[in-house]
């Protein structure tokens, strides 16, 4: 089963105007990580926003700010007045793990990413 | 801080060759993952080192090995190169030792870019 799953392949939008791309994630681990990356066509990902699974607040970091539904198990991204320079493929990742004494360490789960195209 | 360099950031090899890339970390950082990227399989976890042992693998061949030196620079190898091993090489690094250093993230390097013909 996918663990992180983004169901918007490709999306266009406005300049200016603000744009959300969905995440959902499957865990049952109670302590995760989610992240969001962004990766131009160069290749190189950058990091954008971390929200952790006890947060009690929405994580916000500039124009980009996270819509978590733990509930729905939800990590949706959204990018305020969108720039030209947004253009580029949109990764949620997450990263499990509660105890040390796990395997998990950093390792990342990715999703299949969106592309976000912003029209002038 | 410097980030993450990788090198070589481009590599064209033949089928059945060997091919070895080395990620220096941001100063600092013991953990270093390697991720593959390809159009088909997306993004996928290699491998993670820290402290110079290999933590966590992810689900790969043996032909993909890494390893990690003292001063946390990593080399990945892949041996006897198929075509589909063509892909995009990201190495990570991280300062994040404790588990309650949740926020922590993984800083990426630009990638090295392996076509095998």
């Known amino acids: 089963a996918q663990k992180i799953t983004q169901t918007q392949p490709g999306m266009f939008v406005q300049e200016k105007e603000a744009v959300t791309l969905d995440c959902t994630y499957d865990?049952?681990?109670?302590?995760?990580?989610l992240f969001w990356y962004k990766q131009p066509s160069s290749g190189e990902m950058i990091f954008l926003i971390y929200?952790?699974?006890?947060?009690?607040q929405n994580a916000t970091e500039g124009r980009y700010s996270l819509n978590f539904q733990k509930a729905r198990k939800s990590a949706n991204l959204v990018i305020s007045a969108s720039q030209l320079g947004d253009s580029a493929m949109y990764f949620c990742?997450?990263?499990?793990?509660?105890?040390?004494?796990?395997?998990?360490?950093?390792?990342?789960?990715f999703g299949g990413g969106t592309r976000v195209l912003v029209k002038p | 801080k410097a980030g993450v360099t990788q090198t070589p950031r481009y590599l064209i090899k033949t089928r059945g060759q060997q091919v070895t890339l080395s990620c220096s970390p941001i100063?600092?950082?013991?953990?270093v993952s390697w991720y593959q990227q390809t159009p088909g399989q997306g993004l996928q976890f290699l491998f993670e080192?820290?402290?110079?042992?290999?933590?966590n693998k992810g689900n790969f061949p043996g032909r993909f090995s890494g390893r990690q030196f003292s001063n946390s620079r990593s080399e990945m190898n892949v041996s006897t190169l198929e075509l589909g091993d063509s892909a995009l090489y990201l190495c990570?690094?991280?300062?994040?030792?404790?588990?309650?250093?949740?926020?922590?993230?993984?800083?990426f390097g630009p990638g090295t870019r392996l076509l095998v013909l």
């Open positions: 080192y820290f402290s110079e042992t290999q933590r």
């Open positions: 990570a690094s991280s300062s994040r030792v404790r588990h309650e250093d949740a926020q922590e993230t993984q800083y």
């Open positions: 100063s600092g950082h013991r953990s």
């Open positions: 865990t049952s681990d109670p302590s995760y990580g």
């Open positions: 990742a997450m990263r499990e793990g509660s105890a040390w004494s796990k395997a998990a360490g950093n390792k990342l789960t």
């Open positions: 929200q952790g699974s006890y947060d009690q």
